[in-house]
T-cell receptor, first 113, second 114 residues
Framework: AQKVTQAQTEISVVEKEDVTLDCVYE???????LFWYKQPPSGELVFLIR??????QNEISGRYSWNFQKSTSSFNFTITASQVVDSAVYFC??????????FGDGTTLTVKP | GAGVSQSPSNKVTEKGKDVELRCDPI?????LYWYRQSLGQGLEFLIY????????KSGLPSDRFSAERTGGSVSTLTIQRTQQEDSAVYLC????????????FGSGTRLTVV
């Protein structure tokens, strides 16, 4: 069985603060993909990053960075110097090589000016 | 089209009636997924189509839910005898062959059963 846990239901920060969104997963598959999606107030889900189970390199994209640690089954997402436009619901997802995927319940991030 | 298109964007229906939700995926995307997002909740997988293979229906919550994908393109999610607990946003996503390049999601259909 697959499971994705985003323990933080809501996070509120002040603009320019750094914030880390946690994601812990469970799977018996040896090949899988991990994703983060952003859902702004408009509702449409926006793909942020994909990481496969064999690639544990951390990745940085602008103010975003991701820390994948297979040993702890975690795929955490950090926003540096947060901005009001970062306010959204962020979903972590575990997707096997084919078929059924599992999403976390999401973390609602509010960035206050 | 450039993105995944879903219609209608909003649907209000009376309890007990049937509804059809439509998804038009990105051209060339062979994989199509339906998810349900209840208010304040995460995404619940419903069904997955991959090319001409038999769909993975393991997420459908009851036999009132069904989905078709005609010609490997447009998909219709049908909910029969709607119940109030069916109220949610129904999201469709497509991808090229599978999850390798992530999904592209539509804007969803907000279904309200009164």
């Amino acid at each position: 069985a697959q499971k994705v846990t985003q323990a933080q239901t809501e996070i509120s920060v002040v603009e320019k603060e750094d914030v880390t969104l946690d994601c812990v997963y469970e799977t018996r598959d040896t090949t899988y993909y991990l994703f983060w999606y952003k859902q702004p107030p408009s509702g449409e889900l926006v793909f942020l990053i994909r990481r496969n189970s064999f690639d544990e390199q951390n990745e940085i994209s602008g103010r975003y960075s991701w820390n994948f640690q297979k040993s702890t089954s975690s795929f955490n997402f950090t926003i540096t110097a947060s901005q009001v436009v970062d306010s959204a619901v962020y979903f972590c997802a575990l997707i096997p090589n084919a078929g059924k995927s599992t999403f976390g319940d999401g973390t609602t991030l509010t960035v206050k000016p | 089209g450039a993105g995944v298109s879903q219609s209608p964007s909003n649907k209000v229906t009376e309890k007990g009636k049937d509804v059809e939700l439509r998804c038009d995926p990105i051209s060339g995307h062979t994989a199509l997924y339906w998810y349900r997002q209840s208010l304040g909740q995460g995404l619940e997988f419903l069904i997955y189509f991959q090319g001409n293979s038999a769909p993975d229906k393991s997420g459908l919550p009851s036999d009132r839910f069904s989905a078709e994908r005609t010609g490997g393109s447009v998909s219709t999610l049908t909910i029969q005898r709607t119940q109030q607990e069916d109220s949610a946003v129904y999201l469709c996503a497509s991808s090229f062959r599978g999850p390798l390049r992530g999904y592209t999601f539509g804007s969803g259909t907000r279904l309200t059963v009164v």
